[in-house]
């Protein structure tokens, strides 16, 4: 048995649930080993982060690009920073690393956005031996969507993985933290459902969803997906303590 966190950052309950369903699914864990927090309003604070043996970081809507930071995604930042001071396994996916990459300094803009289909991811050498990663092929094919992405990443954070249209598909941001800009939590399943909750997005034209999501059928996920079943084998294994990166040193200038 494992017992992780998903937390999702959406104001759509249906999107919640299937967020939360394909975590279960692609991550091959029993329902009973997810616990859901939703952070859809400013009231809404994360609780009780150190009784879990992992986290994961759902995708959002939100971006760090945008011109202004409504009260509720300023709210949203400073929740998900204290994930980074946490000694426990953390997964962040999509809206995530462009998050980490401000949040510790980097620059995010909207040159590398990818519309909603099929795209490429290849390790770096730092992926090809990284504890999350490491089990890999050099190439391998994930779903995506995505406006912004991440330009430069911040102090500390290291490259795992590259692609041709976007240039930082996953990184480590210390110790315990990981993001990808693809989804490893989507499989045919979860992306045909995630496309239908953002017909209006702007992630791709609503009248391109039926040839979009059949294309799709072809795409291979297992590698992506098999990120997720590898996070909780580390998040079963994990001992607290034995981080090498002091605390204060974590979360950079942004």
Same mark, same amino acid.
């Given at each position: 048995?494992?017992?992780? *966190? ?5 104001? =759509?309950?249906?999107?919640? %649930? ?20 939703? !952070? +859809?309003?400013?009231?809404?604070? *994360?609780?009780?982060?150190? #009784?879990?043996?992992?986290?994961? !970081? ?28 946490? =000694? /426990? ?9 462009? $998050?980490?990459? +401000?949040? @510790? ?5 909207? +040159?590398?956005?990818?519309? %909603? ?12 031996? =990284?504890?999350?990663? %490491? ?13 912004? %992405? !991440? ?24 110790? #315990? @933290? ?6 490893? =939590?989507? +499989?045919?399943?979860? &992306?045909?459902?995630? &496309? ?6 702007? $992630? ?13 059928? #072809? ?12 996070? !909780? ?11 090498? /990166?002091?605390?204060? #040193? ?5």
């Amino acid at each position: 048995m494992v017992s992780l *966190l998903l937390i999702s950052s959406r104001q =759509d309950p249906a999107a919640c %649930a299937s967020e939360f369903h394909d975590v279960v699914r692609t991550a091959g864990i029993s329902s009973g080993e997810l616990s859901h927090q939703i !952070v +859809d309003s400013t009231l809404v604070t *994360l609780r009780d982060l150190n #009784s879990y043996d992992g986290i994961i !970081v759902g995708g959002s809507a939100l971006n760090v690009t945008d011109t202004t930071h409504s009260p509720y995604q300023q709210h949203v930042h400073r929740e998900l920073e204290q994930l980074l001071t946490l =000694d /426990i396994p953390t997964l962040f996916i999509c809206f995530g690393n462009t $998050y980490l990459a +401000d949040l @510790t300094g980097g620059s995010v803009t909207r +040159d590398y956005g990818e519309p %909603a289909g099929k795209t490429w991811v290849e390790l770096t050498e730092s992926g090809k031996k =990284d504890l999350l990663t %490491a089990h890999l092929p050099q190439q391998f094919s994930a779903y995506t969507g995505h406006k912004e %992405a !991440v330009k430069e990443v911040g102090r500390g954070v290291d490259i795992l993985a590259t692609g041709p249209q976007c240039p930082v598909q996953m990184v480590r941001a210390n110790d #315990s @933290t990981w993001a990808c800009q693809f989804h490893p =939590d989507l +499989d045919h399943e979860g &992306m045909c459902a995630r &496309m239908g909750f953002n017909l209006t997005g702007g $992630y791709f034209s609503p009248e391109d969803f039926d040839t979009i999501t059949a294309e799709l059928a #072809s795409v291979s996920t297992s590698a992506a997906n098999s990120i997720m079943k590898r996070f !909780v084998e580390i998040a079963q294994e994990w001992t607290p303590g034995t981080s090498t /990166i002091p605390r204060s #040193s974590r979360i950079g200038a942004r």
